[in-house]
């Protein structure tokens, strides 16, 4: 399995990005995550937003507050973020990963422990 991320850049304060995750040999079958993270360097790595076969809809941190939006492509071989006002707190590198298990709870999505398979990160900048 492999996962590619890109699409991070360099943007204002208001401004959109939209962030893609390439998947290669991902099988979702009847359990499959993928998880778009982020870590700003000296914290800790954050879920930002969540798509499972273990849940009817998509997952977001607490503090998305309706300004992300995760999706697959029809093939579901891309995982994408769209990510609208963002703002300088936005500011990290943006990982996405994988998981096949089915105990994944709608509590737990945002547990490091579950995901197996990791992304490159790629580099998202708000500037004020």
């Known amino acids: 399995v492999q996962l590619v991320g890109s699409g991070g850049g360099l943007v204002q304060a208001g401004g959109s990005l939209n962030l893609s995750c390439a998947t290669s040999?991902?099988?979702?079958?009847?359990?499959?995550?993928i998880t778009w993270w982020r870590q700003v360097p000296g914290q800790e790595r954050e879920g930002v937003a969540c798509i499972s076969k273990n849940f009817r809809g998509p997952l977001y941190g607490d503090w998305v507050k309706g300004r992300f939006t995760i999706s697959t492509d029809n093939a579901t071989t891309t995982v994408y973020l769209e990510m609208h006002n963002l703002q300088p707190e936005d500011t990290a590198v943006y990982y996405c990963a994988s998981a096949t298990t089915p105990r994944i709870r709608l509590r737990t999505w945002n547990w490091l422990y579950w995901y197996e398979i990791w992304g490159q990160g790629t580099q998202v900048t708000i500037s004020s």
């Open positions: 040999g991902f099988i979702w079958g009847g359990d499959g995550t």
